[in-house]
């Protein structure tokens, strides 16, 4: 969906990074994590900035970006990244499915704003159905073409249930 209407691969990134989380960056540390040149990333930092969904600040000798919260398409562009990543129907889905959730958390790369392959999650409660992430492990992967890795956590801290690993 994203891709047919921005043609840029590294724009993409970009706004996956800024608009999926509360993220920041510079652009050598942006480049190196996607894999690019500092030239392309530089360009489309430059664009995002012009047109206003990116905001820049100087903090010492290096240009930190961020998305702009203030931008009249902040809330559509991180819905429609969102929907992209497909994570707000994923936690949704499970956690009405899954029984007694008390918590529901992304962690990982993705809570990061990283797109590693890998969705990481952490449920929180008690009697959780485990039958059901069996269920939908294929559905999943085939809809986010990701894995999901899901930590089952009890009421008490710090006792781990389960890590179940989903996906191909």
Known sequence: MLESLVTSKTRIKLLLKFFSH???GYL???AKEFEESTNSVRVELNRLTEAGL????????????RANHSHPFFNEIKNMVSKFLGLDELMERIVKRMGNVERAYIVGDYAKGVDSGTV?????????DTEYLEFIK???????????SVSILSDDPGTIVGILIYGR
Do not use: C
């Not at 100087?58 to 930190?64: H, L």
């Not at 990481?120 to 959780?128: A, C, K, S, T």
């Not at 294929?138 to 999901?148: A, I, P, S």
């Open 138 to 148: 294929d559905k999943t992967y085939e809809k986010l073409n990701r894995k999901v």
């Open 54 to 65: 990116l905001t820049a600040e100087d903090e010492g000798k290096t240009k930190v970006y």
């Open 22 to 24: 509360q993220n920041s």
């Open 28 to 30: 050598r540390s942006l």
């Open 120 to 128: 990481e999650m952490v449920l929180i409660g008690q009697d959780l």
